[in-house]
């Protein structure tokens, strides 16, 4: 069946350095993926999406690319702010039949100032 | 645009009651997904549903535990003689199941339920 494996965490990083958050994944067909975050006490958020191979989500700053070839979709910002620090999840969606996302654990980002 | 409504937002019940989870879906999304995070964990999909239709239940425990999406009104998760283990916080989403961003999923805010 479909999973997604994220590294664990928590990172840890003082301000303005650089964020990568490996994710990698398998799937039986040919997945959509997503990066959502979870602020304290709130709901997930749609942070980025990619829905097919080498294209590159993009939103705040943050950025994943879809390799199909290393069947990864790592998180990466070049300055992280105090305000990112969140759970972030890495996730799949099939396109068709079960289209429900699939979740990797979750990785805890702190951001010291 | 609404996004997706969840309530209540907090819940708490005693042991042996029943909870009530509300979901009402983005203006448009034909498709309603609920997921399960327990304390510190990720989440985990429990149940997909259509207007009408169960379509995957697959993550549903398979006592006290029941969904649906009526025709009219919002999906509701239901669980009956709750127990502490049940204490999580649920998250509803949706999706408009067609369409480029057909499987782009939304989520609801959550309801926290607290089983004293």
């Known amino acids: 069946g479909d999973s997604v494996t994220q590294m664990e965490g928590p990172v840890t990083l003082s301000e303005e350095a650089f964020l990568t958050i490996n994710c990698t994944y398998t799937a039986t067909g040919y997945p959509s993926l997503f990066w959502y975050v979870q602020y304290p006490g709130e709901g997930l958020q749609l942070l980025l999406k990619?829905?097919?191979?080498?294209d590159k989500g993009s939103n705040k700053g943050f950025e994943a690319t879809y390799r199909k070839e290393t069947t990864s979709f790592h998180l990466e910002k070049g300055s992280v702010q105090v305000s990112d620090s969140a759970v972030y999840f890495c996730?799949?969606?099939?396109?068709?039949?079960?289209?429900?996302?699939?979740f990797g654990s979750g990785t805890r980002l702190q951001v010291q100032p | 645009n609404a996004g997706v409504m969840q309530n209540p937002r907090h819940l708490v019940r005693r042991r042996g009651q029943e909870a009530r989870l509300r979901c009402s879906p983005m203006?448009?999304?034909?498709?309603v997904y609920w997921y399960r995070q327990l304390p510190e964990e990720g989440l985990k999909f429990m149940v997909y549903?259509?207007?009408?239709?169960?379509?995957?239940e697959s993550g549903m425990p398979k006592e006290r535990f029941s969904a649906e999406f009526p025709k009219e009104g919002p999906s509701i998760l239901r669980i009956q003689q709750v127990v502490r283990g049940d204490s999580a916080a649920y998250f509803c989403a949706s999706s408009p199941g067609t369409g480029l961003s057909g499987n782009t999923i939304y989520f609801g805010e959550g309801s926290w339920l607290t089983v004293v």
């Open positions: 203006k448009g999304h034909s498709h």
């Open positions: 996730a799949l969606s099939e396109k068709t039949g079960r289209r429900a996302l699939t």
């Open positions: 549903l259509q207007k009408e239709n169960i379509i995957d």
């Open positions: 990619a829905t097919k191979a080498d």
